[in-house]
């Protein structure tokens, strides 16, 4: 089955220019011309993927990401114009998986949809596997996240960033790393889009739990199972209690 795209947009000529280029690569698009447009498709409608312009009439794209982003993981590549990096901060920031700078190469625009969409569909594929650490749990077949048996909602990336520190305790990854393992090494964004994604995912698991996520100066982030703290006060704690007997 094709996959469907949203395209989003209030100018017809890159409408008409994203739908030629697309459906000659196999996929089915659909389009709207505003937010409100775009979110009563998204609500009635099946959607793979969403390449969402910032500026919008009646809902901004921002608007129309937070929004999506209360109920749905769908992937969502943003469109800025050129040089509007806090238009860049905030889609990432309420949740967009990408973005792209106007005007931009079709030949990349391709290449990210195809990166994006085919690692969603592995995740979909992977097997059933779940990881704790503490009261935080995450499902790899589900792609579900729970803190203390409450859902969480993540979107593409947050899961795939929490996924790779859960599975690999105590690692350090450098920004490069993430970039790389994430975004996959044709993705021409940068440093920023890490940072801001694990600054959402540590929002998101809030309270003590947002410090799993630790920085290390000047090299990255790294994953720091309260686990390993418990055992250590435990094993201080016995060896105090043996000292205070003899």
Not at 109 to 122: E, F, N, P, T, Y
Request: glycine letters at 8%.
């Amino acid at each position: 089955m094709a996959r469907r795209i949203l395209l989003v947009d209030d100018e017809p000529l890159m409408i008409k220019g994203l739908k030629r280029t697309l459906e000659q690569d196999g996929y089915e698009t659909d389009s709207a011309s505003d937010g409100e447009e775009a979110l009563k498709k998204l609500n009635s409608e099946h959607y793979d993927l969403v390449l969402l312009d910032v500026m919008l009439p009646k809902l901004s794209g921002i608007e129309v990401c937070q929004i999506v982003r209360e109920t749905s993981d769908i992937p969502i590549i943003m469109l800025t114009a050129k040089g509007e990096d806090m238009d860049k901060i905030l889609g990432l920031e309420y949740g967009a998986d990408d973005y792209m700078t106007k005007p931009f190469n079709i030949l990349e625009v391709k290449a990210r949809i195809k990166s994006i969409l085919r690692r969603a569909g592995a995740n979909r594929e992977a097997p059933k596997m779940e990881l704790s650490a503490n009261g935080l749990s995450i499902n790899i077949g589900s792609r579900s996240a729970t803190l203390d048996g409450k859902n969480v909602s993540l979107t593409m990336k947050e899961f795939d960033l929490l996924q790779l520190f859960m599975k690999n305790p105590g690692k350090v990854y450098s920004r490069d790393e993430l970039l790389e393992t994430i975004w996959g090494q044709d993705y021409l964004g940068d440093f920023r889009t890490v940072d801001v994604h694990i600054r959402r995912l540590r929002a998101k698991l809030g309270g003590e739990y947002e410090h799993l996520i630790g920085t290390v100066r000047n090299v990255g982030y790294r994953f720091d199972p309260p686990e390993e703290n418990e055992h250590e006060a435990a094993a201080k704690d016995a060896a105090h209690g043996e000292s205070g007997e003899s």
